[in-house]
């Protein structure tokens, strides 16, 4: 199970140590100063989650019900992991804005594939 995953779940590590770890870690650089970033750093982590999950497991998603209920999976774990931001750390907080930018990253990563689909099987 491991081997098939080990791309999501690398990710997923990143996703739970960036999240979780001390806000002062990620000081602004002063090049860096991008209003919102965070939000585009959410989209950006939840949308290559939900495509290595896809990636991973291309073969089995012969329906779009399937892909959609296994989209269950990184919208639960980004909820997840803001709830325990405001239980578990001193400098983070839960935001609900934080959670709608990880449905957009997934949702833009399910629209994406549902586009490239039918193109990736004539190709096979």
């Known amino acids: 199970m491991v081997r098939n995953n080990k791309f999501s779940i690398i ?4 996703i739970l140590y960036l999240s979780l770890a001390n806000a002062k870690t990620f000081e602004k650089v002063g ?3 991008i209003p919102y970033l965070d939000k585009i750093v959410h989209f950006g ?8 999950i ?5 073969i089995y998603f012969d ?24 239980g578990f750390t001193e400098t983070r907080s839960a ?3 934080d ?11 399910l629209l ?6 039918p193109y990736n099987r004539q190709s096979q």
């Open 112 to 117: 994406l594939w549902l586009f490239i689909r």
């Open 31 to 33: 090049f860096f100063d």
């Open 45 to 52: 982590l939840y949308f290559s989650l939900m495509t290595i």
């Open 63 to 86: 329906n779009t019900r399937k892909l959609i209920s296994i989209a269950l999976i990184p919208f639960l774990f980004g909820s997840l992991i803001e709830l325990l931001q405001s």
């Open 11 to 14: 990710i997923s590590l990143i």
């Open 99 to 109: 959670i709608m930018f990880d449905s957009a990253g997934i949702a833009c990563s």
């Open 54 to 58: 896809i990636l991973e497991h291309r």
């Open 95 to 97: 935001d609900i804005l």
